[in-house]
């Protein structure tokens, strides 16, 4: 029996989509306080869910929830696409944001649902001089969801090319013969719309690259290195131990004959 319409899924295909969260925090300045906020309000913060490199993440999630504290009126704030997913708020304490995200109607997938710890406060070695200067304080994760066998629809979404300028998502656009040039042009566009690699180097708004990625394989390689030279070491011990503990058993039985 055929799968219904929209269920079928493409078999040993998985496709992954990075995305990054999280939220930045700054004390409130008392000469430009917002006007009806509580007085004990100390920050403004915005938390998020944003593409890599700002990347456009819509043509795969449709809408994203935040769940903010109780104490919050509607502590529940959903955000649908085109929208930007965040909320701005303010506050004096910090707590753990659920997140949930929804995937657009092709994808045929249930929602994803992390956490985020809120942080409005600098921690570390450096956290004294980072409050005199009352700087922003920027808390974010790198994730990727990955779409194990998607179904066709959404397979055909997240490979195709970008939506053109009031079209459908994944609509391929144009019409008739092109040049050679804009073929490229295109193929080029599509690259860039729909690449889940991450940026050659790193920015000063976008932390994670291949480059950043490169110098932690070569730590953890290194790391890798320095546990097998140790576990080395260890093995020739016990054999050195193993050893001595045979010559003292060898000892033993020649003076019991």
Known sequence: ???PAGTKRVKGVSIFRPFVFGSIAKPIDPAHRPPNISPDHTHTWTVYVRGVDNEDITYWLKKVQF???????????????????EVTETGW??????????????????????????KLHPYGPDAERQRERKEAIISQCYEEILFNEPVEQFYEVLTSGGPPAGG?????????????????ASFLKKQSDRSAELPYADRADNPYSQKTEGKELDRLNEA???VEKMVKEEVEKLREREKELA????????KAK
Not at 67 to 85: C, G, M, N, W
Not at 168 to 184: C, D, E, I, T, Y
Request: aromatic content about 10%; glycine content about 10%; proline content about 5%.
């Open 1 to 3: 029996m055929p799968a």
């Open 67 to 85: 769940k903010l504290h109780e104490t919050y009126s509607q502590s529940v704030r959903t955000i649908e696409a085109p929208d930007a997913f």
């Open 93 to 118: 304490g910090e707590f753990e944001v659920m997140i949930k995200l929804f995937f657009v109607p092709e994808a045929n997938e249930k929602s994803y649902t992390f956490w985020h710890p809120l």
């Open 168 to 184: 459908a998502r994944g609509s391929k656009g144009g019409s008739g013969a092109s040049s050679k040039g804009s073929k490229q």
């Open 224 to 226: 890798v290195k320095t």
């Open 247 to 254: 010559d003292l058993k060898g000892g033993e039985m020649v």
